[in-house]
């Protein structure tokens, strides 16, 4: 994976989106890690559909998704700080935001 984008915060949607969408434009292989109030991100449906449609993995923090959204369908795969663990050691580059 070319850059992973790690999510913590309930504002990123303005950044994510935008790098997200220019990942898609420049053919770069992209994936994000939810965790703690950055999982309030994906209540934004076109962001949400960004990151369903075209990253190469995303994940979130399966505690932070049910702290915060219980009751709601999660748009990606649900996993732990293990997977986050994961996706920081194959990515080439990370930006937390």
Excluded: Y
Excluded at 14 to 19: E, N, R
Excluded at 37 to 54: H, I, N, P, R, Y
């Amino acid at each position: 994976m070319d850059l992973l984008l790690v999510i913590s915060n309930a504002d990123a949607t303005h950044l994510a989106a935008p790098l997200g969408e220019a990942c898609v434009r420049a053919d770069i292989d992209w994936g994000c890690f939810f965790t703690g109030d950055g999982v309030l991100t994906l209540k934004d449906e076109g962001f949400a559909d960004l990151v369903a449609a075209s990253c190469d993995e995303a994940v979130v923090c399966a505690e932070a998704w049910k702290d915060r959204m219980e009751g709601e369908e999660c748009p990606v795969d649900l996993g732990s700080q293990f997977h986050h663990s994961g996706l920081v050691a194959k990515a080439d580059r990370v930006i937390s935001l």
